[in-house]
Nanobody
């Protein structure tokens, strides 16, 4: 059974940093495009960042470029999201996603139709 389990969320102040982790199990993810989405209260779930299966390529939503960094450790089946200079508008539930149907290089194609999702981790950024 495939599982994605996020961790690392919390309550921080604007300007602080957080590092989210997504531990995958149930199959090998080393050649699978993975990424992060978030959902703010009352809003739709939106794309944040994705990473190629090899980890060589990354793609970001414009508002997080330069502040967030996605990475992965394929030996540990884990994806990370380092979030720096957090803003109040970064508040939301952050979800990890994986789509084995995409080629490992198709990181820009990761979307809400991804096959696998985690349960989410709450990130709250106060003023």
């Amino acid at each position: 059974q495939v599982q994605l389990v996020e961790s690392g969320g919390g309550l921080v102040q604007a300007g602080d940093s957080l590092r989210l982790s997504c531990a995958a199990s149930g199959r090998t993810f080393s050649n699978v495009v993975m990424g992060w989405f978030r959902q703010a209260p009352g809003k739709d779930r939106e794309f944040v960042a994705s990473i190629s299966g090899s980890g060589d390529f990354t793609y970001y939503e414009d508002s997080v470029k330069g502040r967030f960094t996605i990475s992965r450790d394929n030996a540990k089946n884990t994806v990370f999201l380092q979030m720096n200079s957090l803003k109040s508008e970064d508040t939301g539930v952050y979800y990890c996603a994986a789509d084995p149907d995409l080629p490992g290089w198709a990181l820009r194609s990761l979307n809400l139709r991804a096959d696998y999702w985690g349960q989410g981790t709450q990130v709250t950024v106060s003023y």
